[in-house]
């Protein structure tokens, strides 16, 4: 059984910086892509970031581009989402996402058929 479990989101205040961390258990590390969303209340969940473990491309969205870096060990099957300049938007439930023999576009949250609990971020000003 897949596991995708989160870690480090906390309450920063704008400008800040956190990092989360997401740990994969439960496969050998194939899936297609590993990746970040976030919901904010009232709102649709949205894309933030993705990594395509075939080729190691990068995408992420205009909204947090030149702030948010997505990365991976594979030694230690965990991905991590390197937030810096926070703003208040940017305040959400993060949810780690892996994509397991499948393909499609990075940013499609149906392409993603593992997901862990959510780390929440807030950002106060």
């Known amino acids: 059984q897949v596991q995708l479990v989160e870690s480090g989101g906390g309450s920063v205040q704008v400008g800040g910086s956190l990092r989360l961390s997401c740990a994969a258990s439960?496969?050998?590390?194939?899936?297609?892509?590993m990746g970040w969303f976030r919901q904010a209340p009232g709102k649709e969940r949205e894309a933030v970031a993705a990594?395509?473990?075939?080729?190691?491309?990068?995408y992420y969205a205009d909204s947090v581009k030149g702030r948010f870096t997505i990365s991976q060990d594979n030694a230690k099957k965990t991905l991590y989402l390197q937030m810096n300049a926070l703003k208040p938007e940017d305040t959400a439930m993060y949810y780690c996402?892996?994509?397991?023999?499948?393909?499609?576009?990075?940013?499609?949250?149906?392409?993603?058929?593992?997901w862990g609990q959510g780390t929440q971020v807030t950002v106060s000003s």
């Open positions: 990594f395509a473990t075939d080729g190691g491309n990068t």
């Open positions: 439960g496969y050998t590390y194939s899936s297609y892509y």
């Open positions: 996402a892996a994509s397991v023999g499948r393909g499609g576009t990075w940013w499609y949250r149906y392409n993603y058929n593992y």
